[in-house]
């Protein structure tokens, strides 16, 4: 049934809504990297709810026009122009007074979503117009979606794509130095407001689909998760796309496979457990690979102080020192040096008295500050340098 | 105003009061630690808590469900922190993670569970149901000291009452340790105070407040009164002591005048149905904010030039 719908062989409807259900989470994906690497994540929450009354209006304007109050592009074009205001009371409020942005978002939020139901209870109220349907804009809905809605969104994602990448380069700048952007001559506050427009235009093209409380999930997710994997932004951009992409598409498939499976918050889901992923087992930055590193690390502490100890012909109690010892054939299992140990003792100890000798020397101050304890002075020095070191030494040096 | 007013109205104003104050109070420090948005995390996050309370218990009482969302809010705030830790995230975005997976989590799970015999689905965790706390047994101002109309009350109403006599005296007891942990946490902690477990504690406290305000009022109240109120009071004043008065005053206003405007706004504009109290209390204190914006004394950073 899986394959089936990740086939595309689910029916027409199903295939729609995977098709334009991946398109959405790549643009999402992609123009979320940018909020997240300007961290400003969460004023794409404050859009995306700020969205409803706008709807709301839009379904009452049309009623009372005499059209069809469920005509999505004109219930699109109305969350947009709220979400717009939206964002221009969050940015009114974080420049204009003291309050810190996170204030401004939640205020935002809050009372445009609590507007918005004010609206819907209004519009459950009128007797005129079709009604029902505007709560399906909370959670989204494929349930019944006709092909026009699904193109909006297919046609919307591609579009927001587009400007994404045209607009990559000034809007990774100022996410990440607005200062040294504006001093570059760039109109850091109309790329900002680009950045934000985008954001806006991914709230209401997924609203539908996704719904208005859990779109703000593929703006963030997916970038949170593609950062583990680079540390280059257009690598950042790329994998969030795919994860977005990824997670939409199969949000979608899985979500048509059974009735009680609904596509948001399947769609958020199949994200989340990409992040998890990413999170575990990404390299560099999971958290696998801080183990490991960390393993590595101890390792390397342990056997460096086992060998010296070695050297100076000190007994080794402490457990983990004398298993690793022991693995790496430096001891026999009774604690007692075996011949490899030995020699690379003498070498340790050597190193140590090479390292003492050159932090005692004023001329090596800038080679001596690399001392930790672990690293081979060759891999500090020249070995003219050395040689130079091992005079002081005396004959020691030569055993 | 008399017998009708007691019986439909009183006990929903009361509780929307409480709950407005239970959650702004805990909102000042959360607003001035740069924490505001917990409230919004809190408020996403307990609604899987509340369906897999209903799931474990089969029933939709009230103290499994306040259980089960506080161990989901306490769930989501370990998380957010251990994500922010192990994935060197910028809180913004580990919470916005956490919540929205939370978030999806519950509905997914509201699905696929047979809900179709209790009253849960997930509009109702949101706008809540204020009007409908009304107290049946109340025949005028009289059944106040009636013992045997007073057992009648909505059950909301003495647990709400509880969660805010709670959220005073945290407040109250731990007043000077929060005030300079707030403001100065280094030197708090230079001075010995525990800074770590009293913002968890803060946390804690605002969690509860939220749960206790989500089971009688739903979720836009408590996200709206968390931040709101607190934020208009700071542009009233630079006291912190001032804050707190002007947050209790406009969470109460908003609630009070919210609740009228909603319940009789549409009789008086020649509509025939209230309409949600809950959104109409969010607005309004929306609105209070943005008159504190514009007009508010200290509305402007310290520094700032007065026109800008």
Redesign the interface.
């Known amino acids: 049934m899986l394959i089936d719908a990740l086939t595309l062989q689910l029916g027409y409807n199903a295939s729609l809504v995977a098709i334009g259900a991946g398109l959405l989470g790549i643009a999402a994906g992609a123009t979320g990297t940018f909020l997240?690497l300007g961290?400003?994540?969460?004023v794409s929450?404050a859009v995306s709810h700020a969205t409803l009354p706008g709807v709301g209006l839009a379904f009452i304007l049309m009623v009372a026009l005499g059209g069809d109050g469920r005509n999505l592009p004109g219930l699109l074009a109305g969350s947009a122009l709220s979400a717009g205001l939206g964002l221009l009371c969050v940015s009114?409020?974080t420049r204009?007074?003291?309050?810190?942005a996170?204030?401004?978002?939640?205020?935002v939020?809050?009372?445009?979503?609590?507007?918005?139901?004010?609206l819907?209870?209004?519009i459950?109220?009128m007797s005129g117009g079709r009604q029902a349907g505007l709560?399906s804009f909370?959670?989204g809905s494929t349930a019944g979606m006709l092909r026009s809605d699904a193109l909006i969104i297919a046609l919307g994602g591609a579009l927001v794509l587009a400007a994404v990448l045209v607009l990559r380069r000034p809007m990774a700048l100022v996410a990440f130095d607005a200062e040294f952007a504006a001093a570059q001559g760039m109109n850091v506050k109309r790329i900002d407001l680009a950045m934000m427009g985008l954001a806006m235009a991914i709230t209401v093209v997924g609203l539908k689909m996704v719904g208005l409380?859990?779109i703000?999930?593929l703006l963030?997710?997916p970038?949170?998760a593609a950062?583990?994997w680079s540390e280059r932004v257009d690598h950042v951009v790329l994998l969030a796309g795919a994860f977005g992409g990824l997670s939409g598409y199969v949000g979608a498939a899985i979500s048509a496979t059974a009735p009680?499976?609904?596509t948001?918050?399947?769609i958020?889901?199949v994200?989340?457990g990409l992040?998890a992923l990413s999170?575990l087992a990404a390299p560099g930055?999971g958290?696998l690979a801080?183990l490991l590193r960390h393993r590595r690390f101890q390792t390397r502490v342990h056997l460096r102080q086992g060998l010296l100890a070695l050297a100076q012909g000190q007994p080794i109690y402490e457990p983990l020192t004398l298993r690793l010892m022991r693995r790496a054939g430096y001891v026999r299992a009774d604690g007692v040096a075996t011949e490899a140990g030995r020699a690379k003792a003498t070498r340790a100890a050597l190193d140590e008295r090479r390292w003492q000798m050159l932090r005692g020397d004023p001329r090596h101050e800038a080679a001596a500050a690399r001392y930790d304890g672990l690293t081979p002075l060759e891999r500090v020095l020249t070995a003219d340098q050395i040689t130079e070191l091992d005079r002081g030494l005396g004959p020691e040096a030569a055993r | 105003m008399g017998a009708e007013f007691v019986s439909l109205s009183l006990t929903p104003m009361l509780i929307g009061i409480c709950a407005a104050i239970a959650c702004a109070l805990p909102g000042n420090f959360l607003?001035l630690r740069?924490?505001?948005?917990i409230?919004?995390a809190i408020s996403?996050v307990v609604l899987p808590g509340i369906v897999l309370a209903f799931l474990v218990t089969g029933t939709v009482a009230a103290w499994p469900m306040m259980l089960g969302a506080g161990a989901a809010a306490l769930v989501a705030v370990l998380l957010i922190e251990a994500?922010r830790r192990?994935?060197?995230?910028?809180p913004?975005?580990?919470?916005?993670?956490v919540f929205?997976?939370m978030?999806?989590?519950g509905?997914?799970l509201l699905?696929?569970s047979d809900t179709s015999q209790v009253h849960l689905d997930?509009?109702h965790a949101?706008?809540g149901n204020l009007e409908s706390l009304i107290w049946l047994d109340a025949t005028g101002w009289s059944s106040l000291t009636d013992p045997e109309a007073l057992r009648a009350l909505p059950p909301e109403l003495p647990r709400i009452v509880l969660t805010l006599g709670f959220v005073i005296l945290f407040t109250a007891i731990l007043w000077r340790p929060l005030k300079l942990s707030t403001f100065d946490e280094g030197f708090a902690r230079t001075l010995g105070l525990p800074v770590r477990a009293l913002s968890l504690g803060l946390v804690i406290v605002a969690a509860i407040a939220a749960v206790a305000a989500f089971d009688a009022v739903g979720s836009?109240?408590v996200?709206?009164m968390?931040?709101?109120p607190p934020?208009a009071a700071?542009?009233m004043t630079d006291r912190l002591e001032a804050q707190i008065g002007w947050s209790v005053l406009f969470a109460a206003m908003s609630a009070v005048l919210g609740y009228v405007l909603?319940g009789y706004g549409?009789l008086w504009l020649g509509?025939?149905?209230a309409?949600?109290a809950?959104?109409?209390?969010?607005?309004l204190?929306?609105v209070i904010?943005g008159l504190a914006?514009l007009f508010?004394p200290?509305?402007?950073?310290?520094g700032?030039p007065a026109d800008?």
């Open positions: 997240f961290k400003r994540a969460l929450d009114w409020l204009r007074t003291r309050l810190s996170d204030a401004a978002i939640g205020a939020l809050s009372v445009f979503f609590g507007a918005g139901v004010v819907l209870t209004v459950q109220t709560d909370l959670l409380i859990l703000v999930a963030i997710i970038p949170v950062r583990f009680a499976l609904p948001g918050p399947i958020v889901i994200a989340f992040f999170l930055r958290v801080a | 607003l740069g924490q505001a948005l409230g919004d996403h994500i192990l994935g060197r995230i910028e913004g975005a580990a919470m916005g993670v929205t997976a978030f999806a989590g509905v997914l699905e696929q997930v509009q949101l706008y836009i109240i996200i709206a968390f931040i709101c934020a700071r542009l909603a549409p509509g025939q149905h309409i949600s809950a959104g109409m209390i969010a607005t204190s929306g904010l914006a508010g200290h509305r402007h950073r310290s700032a800008g």
